[in-house]
C-alpha cells in the first residue's frame, strides 16, 4: 500500500444536517470535490446521515460498493461518531476504520461566508480521506464492571441514586462532606408546589437509605483521589474522626453535660448547639459528633497538657467539683499548680488578643480549694487499673520526682522515691518560701500520691548512703534520676568568701529546714530570677530594714515572674537596675558593701536578651551587711558521677531529649538536673514522660510513639486566626477584663508567712470563666465521656482513609447559596430582617432557631414582608443563568407568610417562571391569596429613617415597570431569593474526576439531551444541582435517571475498553528509557533483560504522551499513529504528495 | 562471466567516504576481485567524457557520496542516476545533506562574502568574486555553479539505497558490498542498507536510568561518569534518535552521539524527534524554568540537525 | 495552488477533552470564528510531536495553534505540560529557523471556553495577515536563476 490512498475503496458521505449544513457549506461541491481524491470509491451527500437511512445507504455502500473505509463529514464525533461506528460495524466493516469529519460545530454553524466554509469544509473531508487510508482494524477488549458505586454527596440526588441502586441489590459507598445526609433538601420547610412538608418527604428516604445494608454512608468524608477507569475506579476517601462511634444511641445525655455552645451551621448559624452533636434531630447517621478544631492553645502550651479550657468552661457553669476532678485525671501535683504554676498557658491564651488572658492558674486553685472546702476535703485516688511487680526507684522528690511517681503509680507500679533531706518535695519545699506555697498545701499533694502506693525514704542519698549498683541488687529494675539544681553559681568576684555572704537557694534551703542563718539589717540580693526574688521577700520577713535586689539588665528582663516582682515592690523591696558587683569589701571578715559598676543595655546575646556592658567610670560602692547571691544555679552531680553516668558541658546530667533515657540502661533523667533551672510545670511534664518511658522499657517496648504532651515548638495562634469557625474576630468580641487576685494588705503581709494570695470568691471564679473563648470548639472535659452509657465516646480517634473500589462514580454535590453581601444595595449582613431564602426556610421549620413562628430579631411578628427575586440570578454582574426555583419557592414563602401572620407581602420580580407540572396553577393560587406582585428588580433596600409608628422599619425602593414609575415600599422584613451557586469544593472534585464545567461553573454533561446524565469521562455520571440548578423532582428524576444508566453498565457485566492505546514495537526500540517516566499512569514498564520498554495495556489511557515522546519512533499510537497524523495534515492542507515523505519503513508495520 | 561494474563518485564531501572504503584494508582488494571498477575520480583517472559515454544502465553499482552543492554535482548526480541500475546514496552526505548542508543556514551569497572579501587574511582590493565564465588570455574558463541550497542526493535524482554515517563503517560498507556482489534479492527499493532497525543506544553499553533532566551540560563543563548513560548526566546524546550500526562508536569514546546515522526508521525528522524527547523529560512544570534549562543548549539547528539538516522537514534557515 | 488573494491556512491541533469540546461549543453557541484555522483532534496535548508542527509548516501552513486544557485540568493529569515544555523547545528552534514566534501558538482553552477559542482563531488570522504567507526556501528546487545573477568577469 502507498501512502496516499491509491488502492483503497473509500466511502465518503456529508451530511446536511437539514439545512444545518447545507445552509452554509455547498455539500455537493464538497462531495464532488472528495470524490476526486485518489482511493475514494463512493462520495455522496443525503439530508440526514444520523437518520436510518443514511446508516443503511453507508451498510449498502460498504456490502455493495466492498469499501474498506468510510468517511462521514457531519456533527461532531462527540455527536454521531458512535452512531456512524455501529453502522459501518454492523455491516462488518471495523468500527476503527471509520473516521468523521466535524463540517457542522467547527465549520457551517461557524462561518456566515458560505464560500469560504464549503472550502473548510473541501479540506476538512480531505484530511479525514487522506487519514482513513492509514487507519487500520482494531479491536476494542472488555473488562468485567465491577458492580458496586461511588456517590458523591448526600443531598436528595445522592439519596435517591443510591436507593435506586440498594433497590436493585447493588452495594453503594455514599459519601457526604456534612456530618449528616439530606443536603439543602433537610433544611427546607415545606416544597412547592403541593406544599407537602420537606422532611416528610425526605426524612423516610433518609432513614431507608441509612437502613440499607448495601448502602455504606461515610459522611463526614470526602474524596481525594480517583484513579482508574470505566467498570474499575479506585477511589481514596478521607473519613474525619466523629469522635463518637456508632453504639451512640442519640440518647441526647451527653449534650447535657457539654459545656461548650456554639452556632450551628446546620441553622446557618441562627440557632445554638454543643460542642458535641447532631446537626438536626432526624440526622443520618443518626450519631452524635464531637466538633474538635485544632486544640485549645493553653493546653498546648502546658508541659503536662492539662485541660484548662475544660476545667474553665466547667467553672464557668459553676460544676466546680467537676472541675477540681478534670485537674486531678492529669495533673499529679495539682494543689502546687494551682499556686505556683508559671501558667505558660495564660500566655498562649487567645483572650489576650481581645484584653487579657483568662486567669487560668487561679481558676484551678480556686476549683482544687473549693473541692476541700465543700466536697469533703481531696478525694482517695482511683485504683490502678493493673499491678506492675518491677521495682522502679526515683531519685529525688522534686516536682520531676512527684509526677513520675504519680504516673507510675496510675500505670500500676508502687515505686520508692529517695530524697536525700529530710523534708520531702524538693524545690517545692525548700526553694518556695511558704506565703507563696504553705507547707500543709505541698503535703496534700505528697500525701495523695503517697496514698496511691509510693513510698518515700527521705534523707537518703542515692551515690552516697546507697548506690544505682546496691538498689539493682535489690532488685530495682529502673531508676529516674531528678536530683534538681540545688548548687547557686558563685558571683566570682573578689570577696565572695567574707562572713555574710551567702548563696540564696541556701539561704532559702536552710529557712525552710527551719534553721535559718543569721542575716543583717541591710541586705542586698544579686540576681533577678524567682530565686532572687523569694530569697529578698524572705529575709525582708525575717526583719531585715533594707533589702536591695541588684539586677544587671532592667526590670523588662528580669526573669522572675512579674506579679512576684509587684509583690516584692508593694512589700518595700528596692530594686536597683543596671547594677553589677566587682567586689565584695569586707571589714575584719564580715560584709561591709560591695564595689558595683552601673550598666547599660547592649547588643541582643545568644538568649535575646540585650547583653549588659559597663558604664565607664560609674564604679561606686554600696554598704550592705549581707549579700545573697542568686545569679544562677546548677546541679550537685558528684555523687552521681560514681555511677557511670554520662555528664554534659554544662555540668547537666546527659539524656535524650525525647525519651530521656541516660547513658546507663535503665536510668533515666529529667528536670532540673538534666536541663538546668527551669518551672515547676517543666519538671513535671519530664517526670510524666518519664513515667511513660520506664513503663515501654519495662515491658519491653520501644521508646518511640510517646504518648504524653510535648509542647509544640509552633503554637498556631494569633491576631488573624479565631478560636474557632464560629467565633467572632477578637476585636468583635465585648472586653471583659480579667478578675484581680485579692491578696492580704502589703504592709502586714510582710510581717508574716500567711499565704499572701487569698484565692478567687466562686462569683469571681465563675465571671473570670466565663471570659474563656472555647478554642477549638471541644474543650476536652471528658463530661461527655462520663455521660455516655453506651461508652461510645473516644477523644482518641483518628481520622480514616479508605480505599475503595467500584465501576462507576456519580457525583451529586448540588449547590450552594449565593452570598448576598456581594449585593451591598440589599443590605444583607448590615440591616436586621434581611435575610436569605434559606435562613428564612429555617425561620419556618419547626426544628428551626424560632421553632417556626415568623419573627423579627425584636421577636414581633412583621407586619409587612418583601420577597425579592433574582437576587444574583439573570444578573451579567453574578450569574446570568436563571436559578429556576426561585420563582415558585418565593410564592410558597408568600403563601407560608400569609399562612402564619398576617402580614403583607410584595414580590418583586422580572418575569415569573412557573414552567413545572402544577407550578402555573400554584402562581395562581397564590396570587388569590393576595399577594403583591410588582415586576421590577429592587435597585435597594435601606432602613426607614424615622419609621413613624404602623410604617416599616425597612424601605425597598424599585423600580414598577408595569406602572413605569418608581415605588419605595415599607417593610418590616426583606427576603432574598439568592441564586443557587456550583457547590463550593466541586472545583477540586471536578479537577480529581477530570470533568469539565459548563461557563456557568455547573459541572458539564456529555450532552444536554443525548446524554444529560453521563460526562465526558465514561463510568462518571452527574446528576442534580451539580449539574445545573433545578427543582426536586427534576433532580429526582434525573438521580435516578443516573443510576439506571449505571445499573444498565452493571447488568452488562463488561464494559468495552477503548482500544486507542500505546504500543511498543520490541525491534524498533533502543531501550533509551526516555517514555519510562513521561507516562503519568505508570503503563510502561522497562524490561531489564530485553532491554526494552513494554506498555501494559490495562494501564494505558493512549493519551500520547510517550509516542510523541520516542525518539526512536517505536512506540505507535493505535488509533493516532503519526502515519495518520501526518496524512491527515496533509489532507487538511492540500499536499496529498507531502504524504509520501513518510518514511516507507513505517508502511511495513503492522 | 563479467564482473559487475562499479561506480564511486564524491561530490559535495570531505573524502572520509573514500577514505572509510579504504579501511576496509586487504578487502579492498577482494572489491577491486569482486568488481569491475569504471569509475572513482580519487583513484582511477577517468574523464567526466568517458562517463557521459558510458550507456544508460551499463553501471550496476553506484556509491554516490557527497551532498548537492554545485551545478557540477548536480550534473553528476543526473549522469550516474542514469547510467548506474542501482544508485546508493553512500554515507550522511549523499543520504541526508550532514555538514556541507549547514551551509542551509545561511545563503550562498553570504558565504562567498566572508569567504572571498570579509576574511581577515583575504586580499580582494576590487571584490572580484568567483563568476561562472571568465575570460583569460587562454580563453573562456567556466566554473561549476554554486548552489544556494545544499540537497541530499534523492532531493535531485531518485535514489535506490541509502548507507548512512559519516564515515559508513568498514564493516557496514563490506556488508552491502557482499550484498550486492552476492547477487541475493535486494531489499525494497528506498530502504537504508548496512545499518540496524533501532537506535545508537541498542548498541551503547552504558546504563540507563529513567530520565529527568534538570540541567544540561556541555561536554567541558563535565567529566562524564564512563559507565552511565550521558543523557543521564545531562550531555545532549542524539543517540536515542539516531538509526544504530556504527557500534556507538562516539559514546562508548566518551562523545554524545552527534546523529551521523541519521534518523531511525520511523522517524521523518530526527531533530524535532530529539527535541520532543528532551523536552518531555525536562523535570519542571514551570514555564520560567524550563526555558531556563533549555536555554542550556546553544545552537538548536547546529546541535539536532547536525548531519540531517537538507533533509529535515524545514530543510533551511529562512532568510 | 496559487492564491490570487492570500488566505491564511492555519492548523489547529486540540485536545479532545478540553480545546476540542471548547470549539464544539462555539459551535453549539454560533459563536464565529476563522474559518482559516482548521482543526486536527488529538486526545491529548500531549500526543502532539513538534514534527508534526514542522510538517504542517514544510506543508504549506501559514501558522499552528496547538490548544489544551488549562493546567491542572489535563485528563491525563500532565499531558498538557509535556506540550508546554515541547512547546517551549520547538519556539527556540523555530526562532532558529527563522520562522516567526507569532506563528505557532499555544493556549489553554476549556470545554467552557467557547468564546475564547473563537477569539484565538480571529487573532490569529489577524496575525498571520500581517506575517504574509510563510515561504520556506527549503521548498523550491534547485534555482536555476541563480546563474543569471552572477555576471561575467573580464580579466
Same mark, same amino acid.
Given at each position: 500500500?502507498?501512502a ?307 476545667? +474553665? ?743 468495552? +475498553? ?50 510523541a515522546?520516542c525518539p526512536a519512533g ?7 499513529s503519526d502515519e495518520q497524523i501526518y496524512a491527515?495534515i496533509d ?7 507531502a504524504a509520501s515523505r513518510v518514511p516507507t519503513t513505517l508502511e511495513?508495520?503492522? | ?15 572520509? %567516504? ?78 541526508e ?102 537506535? %545508537?543506544?541498542?548498541? %551503547? ?36 534518535a539516531?538509526r ?18 541519521g534518523p531511525p526508521p520511523g522517524v521523518q525528522d530526527q531533530g524535532a524527534k530529539m527535541i520532543s ?28 540537525y547536525?548531519?540531517s539538516?537538507?533533509h529535515s522537514l524545514l530543510r533551511?534557515?529562512?532568510? | ?48 510531536d513538534p514534527g508534526f508542527v514542522l510538517h504542517a509548516f514544510a506543508s ?96
Amino acid at each position: 500500500m502507498k501512502a496516499n490512498g491509491d488502492g483503497r475503496r473509500i466511502g465518503f458521505y456529508i451530511c446536511h444536517c437539514g439545512s444545518n449544513i447545507a445552509a452554509t457549506v455547498d455539500v455537493a461541491a464538497v462531495a464532488n470535490h472528495v470524490a476526486g481524491l485518489s482511493g475514494v470509491a463512493v462520495s455522496r451527500h443525503y439530508a440526514f446521515m444520523c437518520s436510518q437511512p443514511g446508516q443503511d445507504m453507508i451498510a449498502r455502500d460498504i456490502r455493495e460498493e466492498r469499501l474498506d473505509r468510510v468517511v462521514v463529514a457531519a456533527c461532531s464525533p462527540m455527536m454521531h461518531e458512535l452512531t456512524f461506528r455501529n453502522a459501518c460495524q454492523g455491516a462488518g466493516l471495523n468500527r476503527y476504520l471509520f473516521q468523521m469529519a466535524n463540517v457542522r460545530e467547527q465549520c457551517a454553524w461557524v462561518h456566515a461566508d458560505r464560500p469560504a466554509a464549503t472550502e473548510k469544509a473541501k479540506s476538512l473531508a480531505r484530511a479525514a480521506v487522506a487519514r482513513v487510508a492509514h487507519q487500520r482494524p482494531l479491536e476494542a477488549a472488555t473488562i468485567p464492571v465491577n458492580p458496586d458505586t461511588l456517590v458523591i454527596g448526600g443531598g436528595i440526588a445522592g439519596i435517591q441514586a443510591a436507593l435506586d441502586l440498594a433497590e436493585a441489590g447493588r452495594e453503594v459507598w455514599l459519601v457526604e462532606r456534612e456530618s449528616t445526609i439530606g443536603g439543602n433538601m433537610a433544611r427546607f420547610d415545606k416544597t412547592f408546589p403541593t406544599l407537602d412538608c420537606a422532611s416528610c418527604i425526605l426524612t423516610p428516604k433518609m432513614v431507608s437509605v441509612g437502613h440499607r445494608k448495601n448502602v455504606h454512608i461515610l459522611t463526614q468524608s470526602q474524596v481525594e483521589q480517583v484513579s482508574g477507569f470505566a467498570g474499575s475506579f479506585e477511589a481514596r476517601v478521607r473519613k474525619k474522626a466523629r469522635y463518637v462511634s456508632d453504639q451512640c444511641t442519640a440518647c441526647q445525655e451527653c449534650e447535657k453535660v457539654c459545656p461548650v455552645e456554639v452556632p450551628n451551621a446546620f441553622d446557618l448559624l441562627l440557632k445554638k448547639r454543643k460542642a458535641i452533636h447532631k446537626a438536626f434531630p432526624q440526622a443520618v447517621p443518626n450519631t452524635y459528633l464531637i466538633d474538635k478544631q485544632e486544640r485549645p492553645p493553653c493546653r498546648e502550651a502546658c508541659p503536662i497538657g492539662q485541660e484548662a479550657a475544660g476545667y +474553665v468552661a466547667l467553672i464557668g457553669q459553676g460544676r466546680f467539683a467537676e472541675a477540681a476532678e478534670l485537674i486531678r485525671m492529669r495533673n499529679p501535683l495539682p494543689v502546687v499548680c494551682g499556686r505556683v504554676c508559671y501558667h505558660p498557658c495564660e500566655a498562649e491564651c487567645n483572650r489576650g488578643f481581645v484584653d487579657e488572658p483568662v486567669a487560668i492558674q487561679h481558676l484551678k486553685r480556686f476549683a482544687l480549694d473549693w473541692q476541700e472546702k465543700h466536697s469533703g476535703g481531696i478525694p482517695a485516688p482511683p485504683p490502678p487499673t493493673e499491678r506492675r511487680p518491677e521495682k522502679v526507684a526515683i531519685v529525688g522528690s522534686g516536682p520531676a520526682g512527684l509526677a513520675c511517681a504519680h504516673d507510675l503509680a496510675t500505670r500500676g507500679y508502687r515505686p520508692t522515691v529517695f530524697e536525700r533531706d529530710v523534708v520531702l518535695g524538693g524545690m517545692l519545699a525548700l526553694g518556695i518560701p511558704r506565703y507563696r506555697l504553705p507547707r500543709e498545701r505541698l503535703l496534700q499533694d505528697i500525701d495523695f500520691i503517697r496514698r496511691m502506693g509510693v513510698e518515700f525514704r527521705t534523707g537518703v542519698e542515692v551515690g552516697r548512703d546507697v548506690t544505682i549498683g546496691q538498689l539493682r541488687k535489690e532488685g530495682y529494675k529502673a531508676f529516674f534520676v531528678a536530683a534538681g539544681a540545688h548548687v547557686g553559681v558563685p558571683l566570682d568576684v573578689p570577696g565572695e568568701r567574707l562572713a555574710g555572704v551567702m548563696q540564696g537557694v541556701e539561704f532559702l534551703r536552710r529557712h525552710a529546714l527551719g534553721i535559718p542563718p543569721a542575716v543583717g539589717r541591710n541586705v542586698a540580693v544579686v540576681g533577678g530570677g524567682n530565686t532572687a526574688v523569694d530569697a529578698a521577700r524572705t529575709v525582708l520577713r525575717e526583719g531585715a530594714e533594707h533589702v536591695t535586689i541588684l539586677y544587671r539588665r532592667t526590670r523588662a528582663e528580669m526573669p522572675a515572674v512579674e506579679h512576684e516582682i509587684a509583690d516584692a515592690e508593694a512589700e518595700g523591696v528596692r530594686f536597683a537596675y543596671l547594677r553589677a558587683p566587682l567586689e565584695v569589701l569586707g571589714e575584719d571578715g564580715r560584709v561591709s558593701g560591695l564595689r558595683c559598676v552601673e550598666m547599660e543595655l547592649g547588643e541582643p546575646d545568644a538568649s535575646g536578651r540585650r547583653r549588659p556592658v559597663p558604664v565607664p567610670g560609674s564604679e561606686h560602692t554600696l554598704s550592705f551587711d549581707t549579700v545573697l547571691v542568686a545569679i544562677g544555679q546548677s546541679p550537685d552531680l558528684s555523687l552521681l558521677g560514681g555511677e557511670g553516668l554520662k555528664l554534659d558541658r554544662r555540668g547537666t546530667l546527659e539524656a535524650n531529649g525525647e525519651t530521656f533515657a541516660t547513658s546507663v540502661p535503665g536510668v533515666f533523667g529529667g528536670g532540673d538536673v538534666v536541663f538546668g533551672p527551669a518551672t515547676v510545670i517543666a519538671a513535671m511534664g519530664a517526670g510524666k514522660r518519664a513515667a511513660e518511658a520506664i513503663d515501654k522499657y519495662l515491658r519491653g517496648e520501644p521508646l518511640t510513639d510517646f504518648h504524653t504532651h510535648a509542647v509544640p515548638t509552633q503554637i498556631r495562634r494569633g491576631e488573624s486566626f479565631r478560636p474557632h469557625p464560629y467565633a467572632p474576630p477578637y476585636t468583635q468580641t465585648p472586653k471583659r477584663p480579667r478578675q484581680a487576685m485579692p491578696k492580704l494588705p502589703a504592709p502586714d503581709r510582710a510581717q508574716g508567712w500567711e499565704e499572701v494570695e487569698l484565692g478567687f470568691t466562686e462569683e469571681q471564679a465563675v465571671a473570670e470563666a466565663q471570659r474563656c473563648l472555647h478554642c477549638g470548639v471541644c474543650v476536652d472535659c471528658y463530661q461527655c465521656v462520663k455521660a455516655c452509657q453506651p461508652g461510645a465516646v473516644d477523644h482518641a480517634m483518628k481520622d480514616e482513609v479508605l480505599d475503595l473500589k467500584v465501576g462507576q462514580v456519580l457525583v451529586t454535590t448540588g449547590y450552594d447559596l449565593f452570598d448576598p453581601r456581594r449585593m451591598a444595595q440589599y443590605g444583607y449582613g448590615r440591616l436586621d430582617n434581611v435575610v436569605t431564602s434559606l435562613e428564612f426556610e429555617r425561620m419556618l421549620a419547626s426544628t428551626g432557631p424560632t421553632g417556626g413562628r415568623l419573627a423579627l430579631k425584636n421577636g414581633e411578628e412583621p407586619r409587612a414582608v418583601a420577597i425579592v427575586h433574582c437576587v444574583g440570578s439573570r444578573d451579567e454582574n453574578y450569574h446570568r443563568y436563571c436559578s429556576r426555583v426561585c420563582c415558585m419557592y418565593a410564592l410558597k414563602f408568600a403563601h407560608l407568610v400569609h399562612d402564619r401572620t398576617r402580614a403583607a407581602v410584595y414580590e418583586f420580580y422580572i418575569d415569573m417562571r412557573a414552567y413545572g407540572k402544577g407550578y402555573e396553577e400554584f402562581y395562581g393560587r397564590v396570587l388569590a391569596e393576595g399577594v403583591n406582585v410588582i415586576r421590577g428588580k429592587v435597585a435597594e433596600v435601606f432602613a426607614a429613617p424615622d419609621a413613624p409608628p404602623g410604617e416599616g422599619h425597612l424601605i425597598v425602593r424599585a423600580e414598577d415597570t408595569l406602572l413605569g414609575k418608581q415605588r419605595e415600599i415599607p417593610v418590616d422584613m426583606v427576603i432574598l431569593c439568592c441564586a443557587l451557586e456550583p457547590a463550593q469544593g466541586i472545583e477540586a472534585l471536578r479537577r480529581t474526576l477530570h470533568l469539565s464545567q459548563s461557563p456557568d461553573g455547573f459541572l458539564l454533561e456529555r450532552h444536554p439531551k443525548l446524554d444529560p446524565t453521563g460526562t465526558a469521562s465514561d463510568g462518571i455520571f452527574v446528576a442534580g444541582c451539580a449539574q445545573g440548578p433545578k427543582d426536586i423532582p427534576d433532580t429526582v428524576a434525573q438521580a435516578s435517571a443516573a443510576a439506571s444508566r449505571m445499573l444498565g453498565l452493571i447488568a452488562r457485566g463488561e464494559i468495552a +475498553v477503548d482500544p486507542i492505546k500505546a504500543r511498543v514495537e520490541p525491534e524498533l526500540c533502543g531501550g533509551c528509557r526516555i517514555c519510562n517516566n513521561v507516562c503519568p499512569y505508570n503503563a510502561i514498564r522497562w524490561l531489564e533483560d530485553e532491554k526494552v520498554a513494554e506498555v501494559l495495556d490495562a494501564v494505558c489511557k493512549g493519551c500520547g504522551t510517550c509516542v510523541a515522546a520516542c525518539p526512536a519512533g517505536a512506540i505507535t499510537g493505535l488509533g493516532f499513529s503519526d502515519e495518520q497524523i501526518y496524512a491527515e495534515i496533509d489532507g487538511l492542507l492540500g499536499t496529498p504528495e507531502a504524504a509520501s515523505r513518510v518514511p516507507t519503513t513505517l508502511e511495513a508495520r503492522p | 562471466m563479467p564482473k559487475p561494474k562499479l561506480a564511486i563518485y564524491w561530490a559535495a564531501s570531505c573524502g572520509g %567516504c573514500e577514505i572509510a572504503i579504504l579501511d576496509l584494508n586487504e578487502k579492498v582488494l577482494e572489491v577491486e576481485k569482486a568488481f569491475d571498477i569504471v569509475f572513482w575520480p580519487v583513484a582511477l583517472d577517468v574523464k567526466y567524457a568517458d562517463l557521459e559515454a558510458m550507456a544508460p544502465g551499463s553501471i550496476d553499482l553506484c556509491l554516490f557520496n557527497g551532498a548537492i552543492r554545485s551545478s557540477e554535482n548536480e550534473h553528476l548526480a543526473r549522469i550516474l542516476r542514469d547510467r548506474a541500475k542501482t544508485l546508493v546514496a553512500f554515507g550522511s552526505c549523499a543520504h541526508e545533506g550532514c555538514i556541507p548542508a549547514l551551509a542551509n543556514t545561511t545563503t550562498r551569497d553570504r558565504i562567498l562574502g566572508i569567504v572571498y572579501r570579509e576574511t581577515p587574511s583575504t586580499v580582494n582590493a576590487d571584490g572580484t568574486l568567483p563568476a561562472r565564465i571568465s575570460l583569460l588570455p587562454e580563453g573562456e574558463v567556466e566554473l561549476p555553479e554554486l548552489w544556494d541550497e545544499v540537497k541530499a542526493l534523492d532531493q535531485v535524482v531518485t535514489v535506490d539505497y541509502y548507507v548512512p554515517g559519516c564515515p559508513p563503517q568498514p564493516h557496514r560498507i563490506w556488508e552491502v558490498v557482499e550484498l550486492v556482489a552476492s547477487g541475493a534479492p535486494l531489499p525494497p527499493k528506498g530502504s537504508v542498507i548496512g545499518a540496524g532497525q533501532d537506535t %545508537c543506544c541498542e548498541e %551503547c553499553p552504558r546504563t540507563r536510568e529513567e530520565k529527568r533532566i534538570r540541567r544540561f551540560v556541555r561536554p567541558h563543563e563535565v567529566i562524564a561518569d564512563p559507565a552511565r548513560c550521558l543523557l543521564d548526566q545531562g550531555l545532549v546524546c542524539l543517540g536515542p534518535a539516531t538509526r544504530s550500526g556504527c557500534g556507538a562508536l562516539c559514546p562508548q569514546a566518551g562523545m554524545a552521539c552527534r546523529g551521523c546515522y541519521g534518523p531511525p526508521p520511523g522517524v521523518q525528522d530526527q531533530g524535532a524527534k530529539m527535541i520532543s524527547a528532551l523536552a518531555s523529560v525536562i523535570d519542571s512544570t514551570d514555564e520560567q524554568e524550563i526555558g531556563m534549562i533549555l536555554d542550556q543548549i546553544p545552537d538548536p539547528v547546529g546541535t539536532f540537525y547536525r548531519f540531517s539538516l537538507a533533509h529535515s522537514l524545514l530543510r533551511r534557515v529562512r532568510q | 495552488m496559487t492564491e490570487t488573494r492570500f488566505e491564511p491556512r492555519i492548523v489547529a491541533f486540540l485536545c479532545n477533552w478540553c480545546a476540542y469540546s471548547g470549539a464544539d461549543l462555539a459551535g453549539v453557541s454560533r459563536i464565529p470564528s476563522s474559518p482559516c484555522v482548521r482543526a486536527i483532534r488529538v486526545m491529548c496535548t500531549g500526543r502532539i510531536d513538534p514534527g508534526f508542527v514542522l510538517h504542517a509548516f514544510a506543508s504549506g501552513a501559514d501558522a499552528v495553534l496547538l490548544a489544551g486544557c488549562h493546567p491542572g485540568d489535563c485528563h491525563y493529569s500532565e499531558g498538557n505540560y509535556k506540550c508546554l515544555r515541547r512547546a517551549l523547545a520547538l519556539r527556540r528552534l523555530l526562532r532558529a529557523f527563522g520562522v516567526e514566534e507569532d506563528r505557532v501558538r499555544l493556549e489553554w482553552i476549556s470545554a467552557s471556553e467557547a468564546e475564547k477559542f473563537a477569539q484565538v482563531t480571529r487573532e490569529m488570522e489577524e496575525a498571520v495577515r500581517r506575517l504574509g504567507p510563510l515561504r520556506l526556501n527549503g521548498g523550491a528546487g534547485p534555482t536555476e536563476g541563480e546563474s543569471k545573477e552572477s555576471g561575467r568577469a573580464e580579466a
